[in-house]
């Protein structure tokens, strides 16, 4: 099955607003995002970046669907007909907008934010994560949501030399004939090595070199030059992407550990499993992962007691995408996008488990330490392990 099930929008579903009602970060600061894209070939990057800013008078907030094209993309990706489905998206979320500070001015920090470089599940792109990542910058961390090349975005694209023109790169299904592993190993390889040209990209802006974002935001990347602590650097991601967190961390020493959120563990070969040298956090959801995803997880956590497997209660693979704070009527046609636990109770779990576990890898001196009871499991509507690990004695 696809990891990542997309909503079904249903023919009849027209009637109702549906709508995004993204919560604000409940950290002390307020958030701002940009989008960064550097180079113009596909072997540049993509990402959009979350981070705390200062406040500013009628701060313009980003649409959460950035472009029409994505509406295609995500039809698509649902095995549904462009033709109409894209529409239907475009009408039915295409004015949602995110409620962060688009372009708002950076808040500077002279000990230096920790950096998350985080990493999008198969069929989705830089922003269907926004709830997520604007939590963890609202508590002080600078957020790269990447954009992947590798055409497991439902859709993404790259700005060529020429002025004006870009490229597109679509959602691509494994071709026939091929063995699923090999196309999405290759995948998750390409994914990893984009999350550590994303560290470089720091440490460049770091050292002071000039890098031009292609996209001429009204932002200057050199803001940051004095305010990334590049020592506290830890990697992130969803489903494709949770995988993709825990190979990140075998191809490089700079990421401390990484927090996989209900990871799709499939694409990744066994030999690799040794070679894991930092811990992981795993979110699970309740619905999504199997006996034999969880025993790859515990193959982890046996050679490194600093590695943690939680499970929410009550929660879908959609919970930790922001798909799962959809409202209004077309919810009904939606399946699998809402567990039975509330999603913003769903959100705050995972949150402070991996605010709490990044206090101790990255050695923050915050209090995010109150939630460390998550880490082994402990508290409402979370266990450790996953539920079918437990006896029933």
């Known amino acids: 099955p696809d990891p990542m099930p997309l ?110 470089i985080f990493s999008h599940g198969l069929g989705a792109f830089r922003t269907l994560y926004s709830s997520v990542c604007s939590e963890l910058a609202s508590w002080g961390f600078a957020v790269a949501a990447l954009e992947h090349r590798d055409h497991s975005a439902s859709m993404t694209y790259f700005c060529t030399a020429e002025a004006g023109r870009e490229e597109w790169i679509p959602y691509r299904r494994v071709p026939q004939g091929q063995k699923e592993f090999y196309f999405r190993n290759k995948q998750v390889h390409q994914r990893a090595e984009e999350c550590v040209r994303a560290l470089r990209l720091f440490e460049d802006i770091g050292s002071g070199k000039s890098v031009p974002n292609v996209l001429h935001q009204d932002f200057d990347l050199s803001v940051l030059k004095d305010s990334i602590d590049l020592t506290k650097v830890a990697v992130m991601g969803h489903s494709f992407g949770g995988v993709t967190a825990v190979l990140a961390l075998v191809k490089e020493p700079g990421f401390r550990c990484a927090v996989a959120l209900d990871a799709w563990m499939f694409p990744l070969e066994n030999a690799l499993y040794s070679e894991v040298p930092k811990p ?65 109770k769903a959100l705050d779990i995972t949150s402070r488990a991996a605010l709490a576990f990044l206090q101790r890898h990255l050695n923050l001196e915050e209090e995010f330490d109150q939630w460390d009871n998550l880490l082994q499991g402990l508290g409402d509507s979370v266990v450790p392990e996953a539920p079918f690990c437990r006896s029933n004695l």
């Open 7 to 116: 909503p079904r929008l249903g023919r009849g579903s027209m009637g109702g607003t549906q709508s995004l009602a993204l919560p604000l970060g409940k950290g002390p600061h307020l958030v701002g995002c940009t989008d960064v894209m550097v180079g113009h070939t596909r072997q540049g990057l993509f990402l959009r970046l979350f981070y705390p800013c200062l406040p500013r008078a009628g701060a313009e907030r980003p649409l959460w669907i950035p472009r029409y094209e994505y509406c295609g993309g995500l039809a698509d990706f649902a095995h549904r007909s462009r033709r109409w489905c894209a529409p239907l998206l475009s009408v039915a979320v295409g004015s949602c907008r995110v409620p962060v500070s688009w372009n708002g001015p950076f808040k500077p920090c002279s000990s230096g934010y920790p950096l998350i």
């Open 280 to 344: 992981v956090l795993f979110i699970n959801t309740e619905k999504f992962q199997t006996p034999e995803s969880v025993a790859k997880m515990k193959r982890l956590s046996s050679r490194n007691s600093q590695t943690k497997i939680i499970t929410i209660l009550g929660s879908v693979h959609q919970s930790q995408t922001d798909f799962t704070f959809l409202t209004g009527k077309l919810i009904s046609r939606i399946l699998g996008t809402r567990g039975a636990l509330d999603p913003h």
